[in-house]
């Protein structure tokens, strides 16, 4: 039999799961210019956690995200990360749910002014809560353990009164 579908991932995580997975945002300069980034990372694991289970977890975050493996091209996704002042969101493929994350006034300003951002979502979890974040992606990309992607950002409508 062939196979003509690429196999199913875990499903994006719930709420009770949200909780320990961090929003870490960052900027960094290249030839193009000043970026923004968002890395999505699992706090280091607790005595009632395994390596599998959240590597599924973020593995479901990475696939509802449309992200692919950092060793391929970056691609531009459909989902849209929203800013609202102070805060990002990201529909991350859960039908009631959004990740979201603080974010300082720098990194929303030119989040804002530039229109995308790029995505990372490490599949391992952060080894201490010492770990900085450019090591902590370096290693993941280094090990085929970080999927990417770029979104683009847009400031989200206010809601008036219900």
């Known amino acids: 039999m062939i196979q003509t579908r690429t196999p199913m991932h875990a499903p994006p995580p719930g ?3 949200l909780s320990r997975i961090r929003v870490v945002p960052g900027m960094a300069m290249s030839a193009a210019g000043r970026s923004c980034h968002l890395l999505l990372a699992h706090d280091p694991l607790e005595s009632r ?3 599998p289970t959240v590597s599924q977890d973020m593995l479901g975050i990475a696939a509802g995200l449309g992200l692919t493996p950092s060793w391929r091209p970056s691609r531009h996704l459909v989902r849209r990360a929203y ?4 805060v990002v969101f990201l529909d991350y493929g859960h039908e009631h749910l959004v990740l979201q994350g603080p974010v300082e006034q ?3 300003a030119l989040a804002a002014a530039s229109g995308y951002t790029r995505l990372s979502v490490a599949l ?3 080894p201490d809560e010492g770990t900085d974040s ?3 992606m370096a290693v993941a990309r280094q090990t085929g353990r970080l999927w990417a992607g770029i979104t683009a ?3 989200a409508a ?3 009164p219900r």
């Not at 800013?83 to 102070?86: H, M, P, S, V």
């Open 15 to 17: 709420a009770d799961r």
């Open 49 to 51: 956690e395994d390596h």
């Open 83 to 86: 800013l609202a002042e102070g």
């Open 106 to 108: 720098a990194w929303y």
């Open 124 to 126: 391992d979890a952060r």
């Open 134 to 136: 450019v090591t902590f």
């Open 153 to 155: 950002t847009r400031i």
């Open 158 to 160: 206010p809601r008036g």
